[in-house]
């Protein structure tokens, strides 16, 4: 036997083990996790990220072992160390991500939102795609792919408006001075009573809420079921849309604001 011959062994050895025990290791902690996760009953997004731990476990402990049985002990031992060494230098230039990682567990623990929600926060809006432990991806109602580190999300406010079963919608409309405000109260309440989008309870109400420079406002509120994005744009624009034609139709006005300037202009001569 040539002098690579106990090596080639070895290596063999170990890649058969690295093999075997990862396919057998994948195969029984990814069924443990996925049985774990459904029977606790927990969202996809939890089950997801179990699945990643979980397979970065195994991958980890396949190489452990394939080392130990192909005999590189002292081997095993130094990448111990040095994976050791790399951590704690990574950890230390890597806080930024750290604190991704901690506010990503703290986002599936929490529950501010889940997959599929649809979120606002200060530097933008969509629905949830996907929460990872370092980012969360959403998308746009443009269709566009904005990746968020979890620690803008988890430290500021984060507003989700289809966390509940329902959702209350307002829209004020400004109407003239001159114009009759029970009429326009009675055909907004009419329109919002016709849309069949918009429940019956909670009913929906109208408040006068401004005096304008150039109108009234009436504040109407509706409530509506099951909202996500679509749905409440979609029932808000048509909500308004009604009440509009039918403001034109009994002779409403909605007054352009406008604004009334007085003084006087002095001409000096020289």
Do not use: C
Not at 43 to 64: G, K, M, N, Q, Y
Not at 89 to 106: C, D, K, P, T, W
């Amino acid at each position: 036997m040539s002098m690579y011959g106990p090596f080639l062994v070895d290596v063999m050895a170990f890649l058969t083990t690295l093999v075997a025990v990862y396919l057998v290791g994948n195969f029984l902690v990814m069924n443990l996790v996925s049985g774990w996760v459904k029977k606790r009953g927990l969202d996809e997004t939890i089950h997801d990220v179990a699945d990643s731990v979980a397979h970065i476990l195994v991958v980890f402990a396949a190489f452990a072992v394939a080392l130990t049985v192909a005999g590189f002990p002292s081997f095993l031992t130094a990448f111990a160390t040095l994976g050791g060494a790399l951590a704690l230098a990574i950890g230390f230039a890597s806080q930024e991500l750290i604190s991704n990682f901690v506010s990503g567990l703290f986002i599936l623990k929490d529950k501010p939102f889940k997959k599929g929600d649809w979120i606002e926060w200060s530097n933008g809006s969509g629905t949830v795609d996907e929460i990872d432990l370092r980012v969360t991806r959403i998308k746009t109602f443009d269709n566009e792919l904005i990746t968020v580190p979890n620690s803008e999300l988890a430290n500021n406010a984060v507003k989700n408006p289809v966390a509940h079963d329902t959702l209350r919608l307002k829209f004020v409309f400004g109407i003239g001075y001159e114009d009759d405000i029970e009429e326009a109260t009675s055909i907004i309440m009419e329109e919002a009573r016709k849309h069949d989008q918009i429940l019956e309870e909670p009913g929906p109400s109208v408040r006068l809420t401004e005096l304008g420079d150039s109108s009234v406002g009436l504040q109407s509120r509706i409530w509506i079921k099951d909202p996500a994005r679509s749905d409440f744009v979609k029932t808000r624009s048509t909500f308004v849309q009604n009440v509009k034609e039918r403001f034109d139709e009994e002779g409403i006005d909605i007054p352009y604001p406008n604004r009334t300037l007085s003084g006087k202009l002095e001409v000096e001569e020289f």
